[in-house]
Each structure stands twice: as structure tokens, then as C-alpha cells.
């Protein structure tokens, strides 16, 4: 399905970006992942089948963009690039702190942003790849104490939305996920009444798996979806938030 394609997939060493790295390999692509510390990068590329494994921390724009020129110039080409590095961090309106607006928007917002921009630019000599950013169905639809996450994450789909738009006519794609409750470290403080009630207004009746999230990102960046761009795809077993 990838045969051929070369990849990248920021914040890569667990979770869905790891999920995201093997199923991109396992379906032939050349994967690189990064995470922001490199010896763990490394171990994670050797668990997913990538290639390999380098330390990116995204909120530093310079630093992605030199290693995404650095990727597309070592493989020749960049097809696919999954930006998913991202943090949530909860906090009702009256307890949230500059600090924890500050790393959420230069995490999510602007390492996103960062990573899209990046990509475009080595993406452009060949007219031609595909681009998925996380997103979150709360940045849809708003979620009490997440008020700077929802935010972060409606500026991510928006990111994908304009991008899109941008970057079309140069035959490059943009498209974001937009995850329900996935198991993985970033839900893991999630308390098991949590964990019931939000199960219980799921229609599918489980919590995601971060293979349901790796499945549908190499859906969106295979050719299959080649007529696809500037969505933003729930995957969310049909949760109502
Ligand atoms: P996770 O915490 O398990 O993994 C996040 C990854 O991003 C980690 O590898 C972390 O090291 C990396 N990261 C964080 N800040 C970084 C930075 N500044 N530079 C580089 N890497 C950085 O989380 P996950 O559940 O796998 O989430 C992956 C993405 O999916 C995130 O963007 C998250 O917001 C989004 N998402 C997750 C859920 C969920 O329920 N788990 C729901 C919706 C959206």
C-alpha cells in the first residue's frame, strides 16, 4: 500500500505515533520517527520496523525544519508526514496558568504548524504528498476543564483546513484526525468512573486502541484517499461528547 514512500511521524515513541510508525512500515513505507528524547527514539524505531529514530523537540521551529530538509535530502523525497507530537494538559477556567498556555499553544499549535510548514516546503519540489496533523474531538466540540487543549486543537484542525486549501493546487493533501478517548499515557490519569462514563456515551461501547487511530491515518495518507483533502475525520467509536 506504501511501498516506496518515505515517512516522517513526530512524537513517535508511544502512543498513537508509535502505532502510526508501525503501520506505516508495515505497510512498506521508509519511516522515520522522532520523540524528544533520542535514545528513546531510537529504541521505539527498532520496536515499530522504522528506519530510524532521531530526537525533535517541535516547539523549536528552526530544529524541525532542519531535520525535515535533512529526512527528505537522506531519502531523496518526503511523501508522508504525520504530525502528532502533542500534550494535554487539564485545568478548569479559573485554575489555568500562563505557563500551561504557553506549552500547550508552542506545543500543539505552533509544533504543528512548524511541522506542516516544514513538510510543505520539501514537498513542494515534487508536487506531490500527504499530510495528517492530530486533532481531537474535543477541539470540535469543546470539553469542560480542557478549555486551552479544545482550543489548541480547533487551531490544529484549522491548520489542516487552510492548508489544505493552500497547498492543493501544489498536489499535496492535508488532513486531520480527530480522536475520541484513546487508551494511552495521555488518557492514563483518566479515573475509572471516567474511563465508564465517557465508555458509556460511546455508541461502540470501548475506548479507542491506537491502532484505530494508526489505521485511519494510513488510510488518509495512501492513495486510496487520493481525492481526500482538508477533512477532519472523528475517530471516536461515534462518541457524543
Ligand atoms: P502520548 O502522550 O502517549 O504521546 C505524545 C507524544 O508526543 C509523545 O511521544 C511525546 O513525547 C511527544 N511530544 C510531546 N511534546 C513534544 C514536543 N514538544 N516535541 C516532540 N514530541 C513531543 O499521547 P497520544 O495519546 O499518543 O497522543 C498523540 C496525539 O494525539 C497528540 O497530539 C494528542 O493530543 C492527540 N490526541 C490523543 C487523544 C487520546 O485520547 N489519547 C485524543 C485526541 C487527540
Known amino acids: 500500500m506504501l511501498d516506496g514512500k518515505v515517512a516522517l511521524v513526530t512524537g513517535g515513541t508511544r502512543g498513537i505515533g508509535l502505532a502510526t510508525a508501525r503501520a506505516l512500515a508495515e ?6 520517527l522522532t520523540g524528544r528524547d533520542e535514545a528513546k527514539a531510537k529504541e521505539a524505531a527498532a520496536a515499530a520496523g522504522a528506519a ?6 517541535v516547539t523549536d521551529a528552526k530544529a524541525v525544519s532542519t531535520l525535515v530538509r535533512g529526512v527528505a535530502k537522506e531519502h531523496g523525497k518526503l511523501d508522508i508526514v504525520v504530525a502528532n507530537a502533542g500534550i494535554m494538559e487539564d485545568a478548569l477556567l479559573g485554575m489555568i496558568r500562563e505557563e500551561l498556555v504557553d506549552t500547550t499553544l ?12 516544514a513538510a510543505a516546503r520539501a514537498m513542494m519540489r515534487k508536487k506531490t504528498g500527504a499530510i495528517v ?12 476543564g480542557q478549555t486551552v487543549y479544545a482550543a ?3 487551531a490544529v484542525a484549522n491548520i489542516a483546513r487552510s492548508a489544505a486549501k493552500e497547498l492543493g493546487r501544489s498536489g499535496i493533501r492535508v488532513n486531520a484526525v480527530a480522536p475520541g478517548v484513546i487508551d494511552t499515557d495521555l488518557t ?9 462514563e465517557n465508555i458509556g456515551k460511546t455508541p461502540l461501547g470501548r475506548l479507542g486502541t491506537p491502532e484505530d487511530v494508526a489505521n485511519a491515518i494510513r488510510f488518509l495518507v495512501s492513495d486510496d ?9 472523528g475517530i471516536d467509536g461515534g462518541l457524543v461528547l
Do not use: R, Y
Request: glycine fraction near 12%.
Open 133 to 144: 496533523v492530530l486533532a481531537s474531538i474535543v477541539g470540535e466540540h469543546g470539553s469542560a
Open 27 to 32: 505497510a512498506g513505507a521508509t519511516v522515520v
Open 52 to 57: 530510524s529514530g532521531l530526537a525533535l523537540d
Open 225 to 233: 484517499a487520493s481525492f481526500i483533502t482538508g477533512q477532519v475525520l
Open 152 to 154: 489548541s486543537k480547533a
Open 106 to 117: 508552542s506545543t500543539n499549535v505552533a509544533g504543528t504548524l512548524h511541522t506542516v510548514q
Open 188 to 196: 492514563s490519569g483518566l479515573t475509572e468512573d471516567a474511563k465508564a
